[in-house]
């Protein structure tokens, strides 16, 4: 049974973190000058894999502390029938999204639109290489540390009270709230992304494939990103030197 320090836990998930990532994270870079958005970025990221993994020491020092099995928590694997599909899914779905890739980052229109749907977050996204490789780290950081906590640890504290089914449906809803700098729309497709890794934890039995999913989508998501911000800059900067440069003189006489 959940103590009075999973209570707190639960609430800092649910509530605090939610209120933290709209209010004093996302909302402070939104707002900022242009030239402090790079510090802002870093140390947005550098605050999110920090602030996650004290909470994810948390679940795991609760766990260790009440003596609780740790298949409770989703950290034992388990051959359930589901992890075979599982594992052939995503070897699929890699390499259709590999296939996508190469096609979006050969057509310009494609990346317009890419830029379009990521223009709400793009002062999130990294531009260099220091921020690609702290955006990794904190890609890597959300896979393991947001499976155990919306997924592990979540789901097992909201089936005290309830059933599996609407435990793992609140749990998304609370993954998806997280989210809420990304707008409504933003919200309502993590708490959709939450619903998928949910049913992936369900059918393997164990957290591991939900965490290596988790991890590969939000990579990609920055490595695409930085790509397609990218080649905006370069079409800027291609269409500013071209405007720089003098109008040819008047042609000289043909002799």
Known sequence: MPTPLDHLLAILLAVLFPIRTALFGYRRLAAADPGDVPRLRMWLYRQGIAIQWVLAAMAVGLWIWRGRPWFALG???????????VALGLLIGVGFVLAQRRKILADNEALERLR??????????????????WFAGLSLTAGLCEELLYRGYLIWYLTSVMAL????VVASVVFGAGHSYQGPKGVAVTTMVGLFMSGVYVLTGSLFASMLIHALMDLYAGHMARAAFDREAEMVATVATDEALPLDAEAPPAP
């Open 116 to 133: 379009g749907k990521m223009r709400h977050i793009e002062r999130l996204m990294p531009r260099t290489d220091q921020e690609s490789r």
């Open 165 to 168: 089914l609407p435990a793992v």
């Open 75 to 85: 950290l034992v694997p388990r051959a359930t029938p589901g992890v075979l599909g």
